[in-house]
């Protein structure tokens, strides 16, 4: 299985393709498709710029509206891809998932479907949408991985990994979020600041006690030393993986930590208790209707912009406890990136290149047979180790911190 369609054009999709570029002799033909066809030209610039394909072979963009179904499936023949790779806009994931189940081929997403005008869904957030069409998706033979971006996506391997070698039951799974550079603007999102702040505006649910907890964001304040970035602040988030691994795993526990800087914190508590962060349009005196959160977002900073003069690194990882043997342990599984290197290498800023990555080593596994599961799947339903050793090798190595020390894990 091969040949790799990649809809959007963004700061994750420039990084999903310059990794597919580097593995083109396991990933054949690269397509991407966007709504602005010029951004997929860019990235294919940017690829040649750096000489990124492994071997010769075809890259090529098109224009696409993802939410024409008939049209991406259409698009889907005529590349002849069998997997497809969606980082476009959430509020496209329901459109690209059916045309690759009318079309019998693979679809990878990194982020939980959105419709644009509901801000937040009640839990667990893909019993909503994806999980509606797990039969639809096995009775076509469709390969479907959810989330597999970093988070979701790698953490959800962290703790499959914890579930498969490090414990025998599990008590609590804190993933822990943290970014530690700078990017030097007065005020900026890593990443599409509308998704961005759709995650903070609507109610923080977690798991806890093996049901869920509703909280207000920024209510819980927690901090944690983690490796090289130190101690960092984090408020607990609403969070993809929380929804499925409350599920699909047996642990009464599962939180998810976002450290914000007080600037962030204060900045965004102006931004929206004044409303300029609504999805709902309001009238301006002079009768325009306007949308604030559309117009914040044109006010701020393109997160691709951010990329050349970041600096400093992001730390992700699972906290894990519980029982091994009889007794009481815990280990934090966790990867450290920089955001220079993730530029010098594929021109993205750490946040992007994390959520890039993955996806395509979810895409080799595919196209070698090994995670082609031809159902729908998260990430924690799929067996670590062979993604994870993958990783290892593509710029996201995983590291383990326990009572034995802190050292690289090894899975080859
Ligand atoms: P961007 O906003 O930078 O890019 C989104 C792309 O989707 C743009 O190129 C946009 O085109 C395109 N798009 C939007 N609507 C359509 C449409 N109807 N048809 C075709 N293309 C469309 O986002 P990011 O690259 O930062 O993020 C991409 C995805 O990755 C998001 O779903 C995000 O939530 C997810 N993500 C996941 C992470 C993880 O670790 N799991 C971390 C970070 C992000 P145009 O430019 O024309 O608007």
């Known amino acids: 299985k091969k040949n790799v369609l990649i809809i959007g054009a963004g700061g994750v999709a420039q990084v999903v393709a310059h990794k597919c570029a580097q593995h083109n002799d396991v990933l054949g033909d690269i397509h991407i498709a966007s ?8 990235i294919i610039d940017s690829i040649h710029e750096k000489n990124a394909l492994k071997n010769p072979g075809v890259l090529e963009g098109h224009g696409l509206d993802a939410t024409d179904i008939d049209a991406t499936a259409a698009l889907i023949e005529k590349t002849g891809s069998q997997i497809v790779i969606n980082v476009g806009s959430p509020f496209v994931n329901m459109s690209v998932m ?3 189940i009318k079309t019998g081929v693979a679809y990878l997403d990194t982020a939980i479907h959105e419709e644009q005008d509901k801000i937040c869904e009640t839990p667990p957030w893909y019993a909503n949408y994806e999980w509606k069409r797990r039969e639809e998706c096995e009775k076509a033979g469709v390969t479907a991985i959810l ?3 970093f988070d979701p996506g ?17 008590s609590s799974i804190d993933i822990i979020d943290i970014n530690a550079g700078s990017h030097g603007k007065y005020f900026a999102t890593n990443f599409d600041p ?16 093996s049901k869920w907890q509703s909280n207000k964001m920024f209510e819980i304040k927690k901090i944690w030393d983690m490796p090289v970035v130190g101690e960092s602040q984090t408020f607990m988030t609403g969070h993809d993986e929380v929804h499925s691994l409350s599920q699909n795993l047996d642990v009464p526990n599962v939180r998810f930590w976002m450290g914000f800087g007080d600037h962030y914190v204060n900045v965004f508590t102006v931004l929206n208790s004044i409303g300029l962060l609504s999805e709902q349009p309001v009238t301006t005196a002079e009768g325009q209707e306007v949308i604030p959160l559309k117009l914040v977002k044109a006010c701020l900073p393109d997160p691709s912009s951010l990329a050349p003069d970041y600096t400093g690194k992001t730390c992700i ?4 406890k519980g ?6 342990t815990e280990v934090l ?6 955001h220079k290197d993730a530029y010098n290498e594929v021109g993205s800023q750490g946040i992007s290149y994390t959520a890039g990555v993955p996806p395509v080593a979810a895409a080799m596994l595919i196209a070698t047979g090994e995670w082609d599961v031809k159902k729908m799947a998260n990430v924690e339903d799929l067996p670590a180790k062979p993604f994870l050793n993958l990783l290892n090798g593509m710029g996201l190595p995983t590291r383990i911190k326990d009572a034995n020390g802190d050292r690289a894990l090894d899975f080859s």
């Open 194 to 209: 509308e998704i961005n702040f759709r995650e903070f505006t609507g109610t923080v649910y977690s798991w806890q006690d």
């Open 317 to 320: 990882g699972d906290l894990v």
């Open 35 to 42: 709504r602005t066809a010029v951004k997929c030209q860019q």
């Open 154 to 170: 790698v953490v959800n391997a962290y703790a499959k990994l914890a579930v498969e070698d490090y414990f025998d039951k599990i």
């Open 98 to 100: 059916s045309a690759c």
């Open 333 to 338: 599984i966790y990867n450290v990136a920089d």
């Open 323 to 328: 029982t091994k043997d009889g007794k009481e």
């Open 147 to 149: 989330g597999i971006g």
